[in-house]
Protein backbone atom coordinates (compact mmCIF):
# COMPACT_ATOMS: atom_id res chain seq x y z
CA UNK A 1 0.00 0.00 0.00
CA UNK A 2 0.96 3.71 -1.03
CA UNK A 3 0.86 6.80 1.47
CA UNK A 4 0.38 8.69 -1.70
CA UNK A 5 -3.02 10.25 -2.89
CA UNK A 6 -4.02 10.01 -6.32
CA UNK A 7 -3.68 13.78 -6.30
CA UNK A 8 0.23 13.69 -5.35
CA UNK A 9 0.87 11.20 -8.44
CA UNK A 10 2.47 12.57 -11.51
CA UNK A 11 -0.01 13.33 -14.44
CA UNK A 12 1.11 10.21 -16.27
CA UNK A 13 0.27 8.13 -13.45
CA UNK A 14 -3.59 9.66 -13.04
CA UNK A 15 -3.90 9.73 -16.72
CA UNK A 16 -3.05 5.73 -17.12
CA UNK A 17 -4.92 5.27 -14.06
CA UNK A 18 -8.13 7.12 -15.44
CA UNK A 19 -7.92 5.14 -18.65
CA UNK A 20 -7.26 1.72 -17.01
CA UNK A 21 -10.42 2.45 -15.63
CA UNK A 22 -12.41 3.32 -18.74
CA UNK A 23 -10.62 1.07 -21.46
CA UNK A 24 -10.09 -1.93 -18.55
CA UNK A 25 -6.61 -2.19 -19.81
CA UNK A 26 -3.47 -0.31 -21.42
CA UNK A 27 -2.63 -3.06 -23.42
CA UNK A 28 -2.13 -0.16 -26.38
CA UNK A 29 0.47 1.17 -24.81
CA UNK A 30 4.48 -0.82 -24.94
CA UNK A 31 5.81 -1.48 -21.47
CA UNK A 32 8.64 0.92 -22.04
CA UNK A 33 5.75 3.85 -23.00
CA UNK A 34 4.15 3.12 -19.78
CA UNK A 35 7.00 3.32 -17.09
CA UNK A 36 7.79 6.07 -19.07
CA UNK A 37 4.05 7.93 -18.51
CA UNK A 38 3.86 7.16 -15.08
CA UNK A 39 7.03 8.93 -14.38
CA UNK A 40 5.78 12.52 -16.55
CA UNK A 41 4.52 15.67 -15.76
CA UNK A 42 1.87 16.76 -18.37
CA UNK A 43 4.33 18.05 -21.22
CA UNK A 44 6.46 14.58 -20.79
CA UNK A 45 3.56 12.90 -21.13
CA UNK A 46 2.66 14.85 -24.46
CA UNK A 47 5.70 13.85 -25.45
CA UNK A 48 5.73 10.25 -25.06
CA UNK A 49 2.76 10.54 -26.82
CA UNK A 50 4.12 12.47 -29.68
CA UNK A 51 6.64 9.71 -30.07
CA UNK A 52 3.75 6.93 -30.38
CA UNK A 53 2.47 9.28 -33.04
CA UNK A 54 3.60 11.99 -35.34
CA UNK A 55 0.30 13.06 -36.14
CA UNK A 56 -1.07 13.71 -32.61
CA UNK A 57 -4.09 16.32 -32.99
CA UNK A 58 -3.58 19.81 -31.77
CA UNK A 59 -6.89 19.58 -29.86
CA UNK A 60 -5.56 16.52 -28.55
CA UNK A 61 -2.55 18.28 -26.70
CA UNK A 62 -4.90 21.30 -25.71
CA UNK A 63 -7.10 19.00 -23.70
CA UNK A 64 -3.84 17.72 -21.89
CA UNK A 65 -2.51 20.68 -21.12
CA UNK A 66 -6.46 22.29 -20.11
CA UNK A 67 -8.01 18.73 -18.44
CA UNK A 68 -6.80 17.06 -15.16
CA UNK A 69 -5.64 13.97 -16.48
CA UNK A 70 -8.70 11.90 -15.08
CA UNK A 71 -10.43 14.17 -17.45
CA UNK A 72 -8.66 14.03 -20.35
CA UNK A 73 -8.96 10.34 -20.04
CA UNK A 74 -12.37 10.29 -19.97
CA UNK A 75 -12.91 12.78 -22.83
CA UNK A 76 -10.12 10.66 -25.24
CA UNK A 77 -11.58 7.24 -24.20
CA UNK A 78 -15.18 8.59 -25.10
CA UNK A 79 -14.05 10.28 -28.49
CA UNK A 80 -12.32 6.82 -29.40
CA UNK A 81 -15.50 4.71 -28.92
CA UNK A 82 -17.18 7.48 -30.66
CA UNK A 83 -14.42 7.04 -33.54
CA UNK A 84 -14.86 2.76 -33.46
CA UNK A 85 -18.60 3.48 -33.65
CA UNK A 86 -18.93 5.47 -36.65
CA UNK A 87 -16.19 3.29 -38.61
CA UNK A 88 -18.29 -0.03 -37.80
CA UNK A 89 -21.52 1.79 -38.97
CA UNK A 90 -20.10 2.72 -42.11
CA UNK A 91 -18.42 -0.52 -42.78
CA UNK A 92 -21.99 -2.10 -42.30
CA UNK A 93 -23.35 0.56 -44.75
CA UNK A 94 -20.75 -0.20 -47.37
CA UNK A 95 -21.25 -3.33 -47.10
Known amino acids: MTDETTDDLPYGARFLQAWKRYSG ?4 FAYADIQRMKAADCEAFIAVLRERSSMLPYATIQLLRECEPEEA ?3 MFTQAQQAQQ ?4 MFLLLT
Not at 25 to 28: E, Q
Not at 86 to 89: A, E
Request: hydrophobic share 45%; aromatic share 0%; glycine share 10%.
Open 25 to 28: SLGS
Open 73 to 75: ARV
Open 86 to 89: TSLM
